[in-house]
C-alpha cells in the first residue's frame, strides 16, 4: 500500500464498540502519522519501500514529518533543500508545515533555492556572491523586506525579476521521434508515448506521476537491453546512436577520483610536466605525475595524502599523511614546477584559474572549458567527486559527454538536474542542454523547475497524480499549448512562470509574437 491508499484504508472503518476499547489508541496514531505523511506530500510513497531508495528531500520530509508527530518545542530545525522533488503545487503544503513548527515554539532554518519558500521566510540571510573561492561571504542578512531590496544580492534581483531566465525566442519542432508503446511499468497506465528526436524535451508531473519510471525503468532500460518487461516495444531505436542516462550517482567510491582526471585533463597536465627541463633530467615519465601510480607519489600513503588508522569498535580516523604533509608527491617531484607552479599547486587551481593559467595548451584547455560551461568553474582540479553534491555530479557528466560524444546522435536523459541549482546556475545548465540539441542529440529532462520547462521545446505531463491516481499522459506539447490544458495540475504553474517573463506579456499573446501557433523551427529528420 502507499501512504495514501494507507490513509484511506485506516480512515474508513469503523470498530466495534469491544474493537474500539482494545485498538481505538492503535488506530488514531496510526492515522494521524498517515496524516503527517500526507501533508509533507509523500502520498505516492510506498510503505514498504526501503528507505535508501528515497531521494534527499524525500528522506528529509520523512523526517519532517516525524518531527511534526512527535509535537516537539523549542527545537531548531535544520532542513537542506527540502523542496527537492517536489511539483510547484507541493511548495504550499511544506510552507505551511515549517510556519506550523515555528508557531509552536520551534526554530527552522532552511537551506533553499526554491523562489516561493524564500518568499515565505521571515529573515534571510544570502550567500555569495558567486561559487567556491568568489563565495563564503555574508551578502546579506536580515529581515525579508530588507533582503528584496538588496542591490548586491545576485538573489534578490532574480527574487524581483530584474534578473530572470528568458523564453527562448522560438521553439524547436522534430519529424522523427521515439516511440514507447504500451508502457505499464509500476503506476503506467499502458501508455504510448512519443519523443520528439533532435529537441529539447521535459518531462513533468507531480511526484510520483510515473516519471522515473517512464524514463529510466522503461526508456532506457529497455532501450539498453537489460529491462524487456513493462512496455511492448520501442520503436525507431535505430535513428541514434546510444542513450546516456546522467544521474546523480557517484562517478567513483574512491577518493582518488578527481575532476582533473574524469576528464582527462590531467593526461595533459601529466604530459606538460614530464616535458620540463627538471623532469628530463631526473628522469620523470608522465606516470610519475600521477598520485595513482608507484614512482612519483608518496611511499607512505600511496598518494592518499591522508593514512586511515584503523579502530577496532570505532569509525576509522584519517589522519594527514606525516611523509608528505597531504601532497600525496615525494618532494623531488614537487620540486618540478611549469611556469612557477608544482604539480601540487596545480590541483590545487580551480578549474576557472586552470583554464587561464594553461592558456595557450589546448590538448588541456579543451577538457576543462566545458566544466566552465556548465557553471562548476569553483571545482579545485584535486577535490576528491566523492565530494560532489548531486547536481554537480549530472554537471560534470555533462561537461564529459560536451568533449567526448562528438559526432553522434545521442539521446541524453535527466532527471531533475537542477536540483541544488541558484537560477543563475540554472541559466548557465540551458545552454548546455541547447548546445548539446544544436549538434543534433536528443534532451530529455524530468523536471519541476518551471524555468527549466518553459525553455523546453516539448512538454509531456504526467499525472493527473501521484501514485495509482497517476500515470497517465495528461497534456504534451510547446509549453504554451500545456500551460493551456484544463486536466494538467502544471499547466497552471506553467502559465503563471510564462505569464510572468519577458515584462508580464501573456501567453495568447507570446505564442502570436513568436508564431508558435502556426510556425516552428524544424529539426532535420533523422
Known amino acids: 500500500m502507499t501512504v495514501g491508499e494507507a490513509s484511506a484504508f485506516f480512515g474508513g472503518f469503523d470498530l466495534e464498540p469491544f474493537e474500539r476499547q482494545v485498538a481505538d489508541k492503535l488506530v488514531q496514531?496510526?492515522?494521524?502519522?498517515?496524516?503527517?505523511?500526507?501533508?509533507?506530500?509523500?502520498?505516492?510513497?510506498?510503505?514498504?519501500?526501503?528507505?535508501?531508495?528515497?531521494?534527499?528531500?524525500?528522506?528529509?520530509?520523512?523526517?519532517?514529518?516525524?518531527?511534526l508527530s512527535a509535537s516537539l518545542v523549542g527545537t531548531l530545525f535544520v532542513l537542506d533543500e527540502p523542496s527537492i522533488g517536489l511539483h510547484p503545487r507541493d511548495n504550499h503544503r511544506l510552507v505551511q508545515i515549517l510556519q506550523s513548527l515555528k508557531d509552536i515554539g520551534?526554530?527552522?532554518?532552511?537551506?533553499?533555492?526554491?523562489?516561493?519558500?524564500?518568499?515565505?521566510?521571515?529573515h534571510v540571510i544570502d550567500m555569495g556572491p558567486r561559487a567556491g573561492e568568489a563565495g563564503g561571504e555574508v551578502v546579506f542578512a536580515g529581515p525579508w523586506p530588507g533582503f528584496l531590496r538588496s542591490r548586491d544580492s545576485l538573489t534578490a534581483q532574480y527574487i524581483r525579476g530584474d534578473k530572470e531566465i528568458a523564453v527562448p525566442p522560438?521553439?524547436?519542432?522534430?519529424?522523427?521521434?521515439?516511440?514507447?508503446?504500451?508502457?505499464?511499468?509500476h503506476n503506467l497506465k499502458h501508455i504510448d508515448v512519443r519523443i520528439p528526436l533532435g529537441i529539447f524535451t521535459c518531462v513533468t508531473g507531480v511526484s510520483g506521476s510515473g516519471k522515473s519510471t517512464l524514463l529510466h525503468d522503461v526508456l532506457y532500460q529497455g532501450f539498453e537491453g537489460v529491462s524487456d518487461n513493462g512496455f511492448r516495444e520501442i520503436r525507431g531505436k535505430d535513428k541514434i546512436n546510444k542513450v546516456i542516462m546522467v544521474d546523480q550517482s557517484p562517478l567513483s567510491a574512491s577518493p582518488r577520483s578527481i575532476p582533473a582526471t574524469y576528464t582527462k585533463a590531467m593526461d595533459g597536465i601529466r604530459d606538460l610536466f614530464s616535458q620540463t627541463r627538471e623532469a628530463k633530467l631526473m628522469g620523470f615519465r608522465p606516470g610519475y605525475f600521477s598520485f595513482n601510480t608507484a614512482g612519483g607519489r608518496c611511499d607512505d600513503c600511496k598518494g592518499a595524502g591522508v593514512q586511515v588508522v584503523e579502530m577496532q569498535f570505532l569509525s576509522d580516523v584519517s589522519l594527514v599523511c606525516d611523509a608528505c604533509k597531504g601532497k600525496r608527491f615525494k618532494k623531488d617531484i614537487l620540486e618540478v614546477r611549469w611556469n612557477g607552479k608544482n604539480i601540487d599547486e596545480v590541483l590545487g587551481l580551480s578549474v576557472t584559474e586552470a583554464f587561464l593559467f594553461f592558456a595557450g595548451r589546448p590538448e588541456i584547455t579543451k577538457k576543462l572549458y566545458p566544466l566552465v560551461e556548465v557553471g562548476l568553474g569553483y571545482?579545485?582540479?584535486?577535490?576528491?567527486?566523492?565530494?560532489?553534491?548531486?547536481?554537480?555530479?549530472?554537471?560534470?557528466?555533462?561537461?564529459?559527454?560536451?568533449?567526448?560524444?562528438?559526432?553522434?546522435?545521442?539521446?541524453?536523459?535527466?532527471?531533475?538536474?537542477t536540483i541544488g541549482l541558484h537560477p543563475n546556475d540554472v541559466a548557465v545548465l540551458l545552454r548546455s542542454f541547447q548546445k548539446l540539441v544544436g549538434e543534433g542529440h536528443t534532451v530529455v529532462v524530468i523536471e519541476h523547475n518551471l524555468d527549466v520547462i518553459k525553455s523546453a521545446d516539448h512538454v509531456i505531463d504526467l499525472g493527473p497524480e501521484g501514485g495509482e491516481a497517476g500515470g497517465r499522459v495528461v497534456a504534451q506539447g510547446t509549453p504554451e499549448k500545456v500551460a493551456h490544458s484544463r486536466g494538467s495540475i502544471t499547466a497552471r504553474y506553467l502559465k503563471e512562470a510564462l505569464d510572468r517573463t519577458?515584462?508580464?506579456?501573456?501567453?495568447?499573446?507570446?505564442?502570436?509574437?513568436?508564431?508558435?501557433?502556426?510556425?516552428?523551427?524544424?529539426?532535420?529528420?533523422?
Open 106 to 122: 520551534n526554530t527552522v532554518v532552511v537551506v533553499e533555492h526554491d523562489p516561493d519558500i524564500i518568499r515565505a521566510a521571515e
Open 29 to 67: 496514531e496510526v492515522r494521524g502519522r498517515l496524516k503527517f505523511l500526507l501533508e509533507v506530500g509523500l502520498d505516492y510513497i510506498a510503505l514498504d519501500r526501503m528507505t535508501f531508495t528515497l531521494s534527499g528531500g524525500e528522506a528529509q520530509r520523512i523526517n519532517l514529518a516525524a518531527a
Open 170 to 185: 522560438t521553439r524547436r519542432s522534430s519529424r522523427s521521434c521515439l516511440e514507447i508503446c504500451d508502457a505499464q511499468k
Open 379 to 417: 571545482l579545485k582540479l584535486g577535490q576528491p567527486t566523492t565530494t560532489l553534491s548531486g547536481g554537480e555530479l549530472q554537471r560534470i557528466k555533462l561537461a564529459y559527454h560536451l568533449v567526448h560524444e562528438k559526432g553522434k546522435k545521442i539521446l541524453y536523459l535527466f532527471d531533475e538536474p
Open 502 to 526: 519577458n515584462g508580464g506579456l501573456a501567453t495568447g499573446q507570446r505564442e502570436k509574437k513568436n508564431g508558435l501557433r502556426g510556425r516552428t523551427v524544424s529539426r532535420p529528420s533523422y
